[in-house]
């Protein structure tokens, strides 16, 4: 499987072999990945959405070791080592302390304020003592960014629509401090990326949340058609940028 230099950046100091892990936000799987590669025994993949589901599973139906049922030398089944959740990241469907690594890459930028609270408690519920917390995320973008135009858009959509932020860039001390109030400890900080790409992928994905948005307004609606020709025209004025830094942050539950 393929897994980006910024998982493995974030992974490389953590014991992950023979850990029982737990993937917040599973996304298109590249922590899945990243920690099934790093022989990790067991990996839960929580995500409230079907197609990313579905996603990280295809990603990984070719590596047999992950997701075949093999057999010991006693002939006995193991047990698969990948298990996709669908569920939401305020209530895990999981014991008390059930795992030793969790990963939240890429996680918390599409997390609203009203829901970090939820999310810490429910994290350091599942963390057995001892467990490594891995948060990877982005820094705000510096303000003479071009993109933040973009995500502005993106959030100001995403009001209008449902009444909640579609991006929150949530420096690594604020992160930091509110692990803190759950017990945890900073373990240490490393930069992932700086400048971080935006590529015109990127742009085009987040112009793409702008448009799903709009389509839950009335159709006549004349701020609709203003929020998608302002996206268009900065996805095309914009083309691409590198700015602003990809952190990663690890912690650790008390033993």
Known sequence: MDVPRTVTTALEDRPIEGAICLEAGAGVGNATAGLLASGAARVYAVTDDRTHAETVLERVRTDRD???????????????????LEADLRAIPLPDDAVEVITAHGLFNV????????????????????CHLLVDDYEPPPDDAAVRDL????????????GTP??????????????????????????????????????EAHAEVVRSRVDALPADSELGAALLERADTLVEVIGSESTGEMYSLALRRPE
């Open 111 to 130: 997390v609203p304020p009203a829901d970090l609270d939820a999310i810490a408690g429910e994290l350091t519920r599942v963390a057995a003592p001892g």
């Open 66 to 84: 992950a997701v075949d049922q093999n057999r010991n030398r006693d002939g006995e089944r193991i047990e698969r080592r990948l298990a996709v």
């Open 151 to 162: 995500f502005a858009l993106e959030n100001a959509a995403a009001q209008f629509a449902d």
């Open 166 to 203: 579609m991006v929150t860039f949530y420096p690594a001390e604020v992160l930091g401090r509110l692990f803190a109030g759950y017990g945890w400890t900073v373990d240490r900080h490393r930069t992932l990326l700086d400048p971080v790409p935006w590529t015109a992928s990127h742009l």
